[in-house]
Nanobody, 119 residues
């Protein structure tokens, strides 16, 4: 089992920045990727970014490239999502998740943190 706890959400004006954190505990050695997803009411949860726990390679959805940066601190078992130049359409509940192999299912999820961007 892996436990994930997100923090750092809040209310920010358009153009502002927020940094989300996701602290992992438990069987974290099982982690291959850690990722961020977001969900708005009535829509499916959508992929935002992911990072390889071993080599730090990253991948982003096109809509956040150049604005969001995912990073990790292996010693703290924590992944971050730095979000700059925020837009109202970034408003969502943000979730972190882990998976044990590339291309596999995302096995463990956090409880989510709300990000609201006002125009």
């Amino acid at each position: 089992q892996v436990q994930l706890v997100e923090s750092g959400g809040g209310l920010v004006q358009a153009g502002g920045s927020l940094r989300l954190s996701c602290a992992a505990s438990g069987r974290t050695f099982m982690t291959y990727h850690m990722g961020w997803f977001r969900q708005t009411p009535g829509k499916e949860r959508a992929f935002v970014a992911r990072i390889s726990w071993s080599d730090g390679s990253t991948y982003y959805v096109d809509s956040v490239k150049g604005r969001f940066t995912i990073s990790r601190n292996n010693a703290k078992n924590t992944v971050y999502l730095q979000m700059n130049s925020l837009k109202p359409e970034d408003t969502a509940v943000y979730y972190c998740a882990t998976r044990a192999r590339p291309g596999g299912a995302w096995d463990y999820w956090g409880q989510g943190t709300q990000v609201t961007v006002s125009s």
